[in-house]
């Protein structure tokens, strides 16, 4: 089956722009998960979504930061004013039970924004 | 908070021989999962292992094992018979027994000559 999808693949923008990133999850996955990947601060959890709860925003780095799930399905990043420092790849990824033992989350290929 | 540490940015294999990956964690934690991912240059994440806490034995997946060490927070990758297709970034990452995010290490980025 298909596995999780993001688009763009790539994005450049200019500082102080709006950027909105798509993640599609694996389908019938209950959780989506957003990361960042930066060359300081390595890989970091920025937010998770778990069925109809109450989002896990406690990794989002700042209020310029919002995402959210629609339908329990596809998922948007919003990053609003772009700073340079928000330049890295953002990784998504979807998981069927988290609480399960056996869970594995599942990552798509990532959006590379460049804020010039 | 749980932090996990991965000491050796680069690393390097002869193809066919043995390197070991070293990964250590700190948590307050009894029951939580560790997990091994392999990032190649096309940014994909692959799960290379897992290994829940309460297991003594060690986790085993074909050529890749790991040595999990609870009392020392240690949780070490073997790749054995090295490929050249193992070449590419792994991190350890972390995750407690509630379920959500992965705590990540820094990354070892590991090169197979040939």
Same mark, same amino acid.
């Given at each position: 089956g298909a596995g999780v999808s993001q688009s763009p693949s790539n994005k450049v923008t200019e500082k102080g722009k709006d950027?909105?990133?798509?993640?599609? !999850?694996?389908?019938?996955?209950?959780?989506?998960?957003?990361?960042?990947?930066?060359?300081?601060?390595?890989?970091? *959890?920025?937010?998770y979504f778990q069925g109809n709860s109450a989002p896990d925003k406690s990794g989002l780095p700042s209020d310029r930061f919002s995402a959210e799930r629609t339908g329990g399905s596809v998922s948007t990043l919003t990053i609003q004013r772009t700073q340079?420092?928000?330049?890295?790849?953002?990784?998504?990824?979807?998981?069927?039970?988290?609480?399960?033992?056996?869970?594995?989350?599942?990552?798509? !290929?990532?959006?590379?924004?460049?804020?010039? | 908070a749980q932090t996990v540490t991965q000491s050796q940015p680069e690393m390097s294999v002869q193809e066919a021989?043995?390197?070991?990956?070293?990964?250590?964690?700190?948590?307050?934690?009894?029951?939580?999962?560790? *997990?091994?991912?392999?990032? !190649? !240059?096309?940014?994909?994440?692959?799960?290379?292992?897992?290994?829940?806490?309460?297991?003594?034995?060690?986790?085993?997946?074909?050529? *890749?094992?790991?040595?999990?060490?609870?009392?020392?927070?240690?949780?070490?990758?073997?790749?054995?018979?090295s490929q050249l297709g193992d070449a590419a970034m792994y991190f350890c990452a972390y995750r407690d027994n509630q379920g959500g995010k992965l705590i990540f290490g820094q990354g070892t980025e590991l090169s197979v000559k040939p």
């Amino acid at each position: 089956g298909a596995g999780v999808s993001q688009s763009p693949s790539n994005k450049v923008t200019e500082k102080g722009k709006d950027v909105e990133l798509r993640c599609d !999850p694996i389908s019938g996955h209950t959780a989506l998960y957003w990361y960042r990947q930066s060359l300081g601060q390595g890989l970091e *959890f920025l937010i998770y979504f778990q069925g109809n709860s109450a989002p896990d925003k406690s990794g989002l780095p700042s209020d310029r930061f919002s995402a959210e799930r629609t339908g329990g399905s596809v998922s948007t990043l919003t990053i609003q004013r772009t700073q340079q420092e928000d330049s890295a790849v953002y990784l998504c990824a979807s998981s069927l039970r988290p609480r399960a033992s056996t869970d594995t989350q599942y990552f798509g !290929p990532g959006t590379r924004l460049t804020v010039l | 908070a749980q932090t996990v540490t991965q000491s050796q940015p680069e690393m390097s294999v002869q193809e066919a021989e043995t390197v070991t990956l070293s990964c250590t964690y700190d948590t307050s934690e009894s029951d939580y999962y560790l *997990f091994w991912y392999k990032q !190649p !240059p096309s940014r994909q994440m692959i799960l290379v292992i897992r290994q829940e806490a309460y297991k003594q034995q060690n986790a085993t997946e074909n050529r *890749f094992s790991v040595n999990f060490q609870k009392a020392a927070k240690s949780f070490s990758l073997k790749i054995s018979d090295s490929q050249l297709g193992d070449a590419a970034m792994y991190f350890c990452a972390y995750r407690d027994n509630q379920g959500g995010k992965l705590i990540f290490g820094q990354g070892t980025e590991l090169s197979v000559k040939p």
